[in-house]
């Protein structure tokens, strides 16, 4: 059975840093473009970042780009996405999600998404 599980969310002061980890199970990761999407409370989902089978193409949201880093480890099933210069508009349950892509797709459209990890809530405040 096909499962993502995020973990490393928690709560920082703004400007520290976490780094979140999408693991998956059931599957082999390298046939799937990974993306990371968010949503804070009274919020719709956001995209955050994504990235394609490779790790070769990414995309980020402008709200994140030069803060966050997204990569992957296919060998380790696990995809990352570092998190710096954290502010509390980064506030939100951080999901993780894949899509059974062609190689170079790295696009964060939710409609091709097809599988989704539960969330890990990450809180920046002082």
């Known amino acids: 059975q096909l499962q993502l599980v995020e973990s490393g969310g928690g709560l920082v002061q703004p400007g520290g840093s976490l780094r979140l980890s999408c693991a998956a199970s059931?599957?082999?990761?390298?046939?799937?473009?990974i993306g990371w999407f968010r949503q804070a409370p009274g919020k719709e989902r956001e995209q955050v970042s994504c990235?394609?089978?490779?790790?070769?193409?990414?995309n980020y949201a402008d709200s994140v780009k030069g803060r966050f880093t997204i990569s992957r480890d296919n060998a380790k099933s696990t995809v990352y996405l570092q998190m710096n210069s954290l502010k509390p508009e980064d506030t939100a349950v951080y999901y993780c999600?894949?899509?059974?892509?062609?190689?170079?797709?790295?696009?964060?459209?939710?409609?091709?998404?097809?599988?989704w990890g539960p969330g890990t809530q990450v809180t920046v405040s002082s």
């Open positions: 999600a894949a899509a059974p892509a062609p190689l170079m797709f790295s696009q964060c459209v939710f409609q091709k998404y097809d599988y």
């Open positions: 990235i394609n089978r490779s790790g070769g193409s990414t």
């Open positions: 059931g599957f082999t990761l390298d046939y799937y473009a």
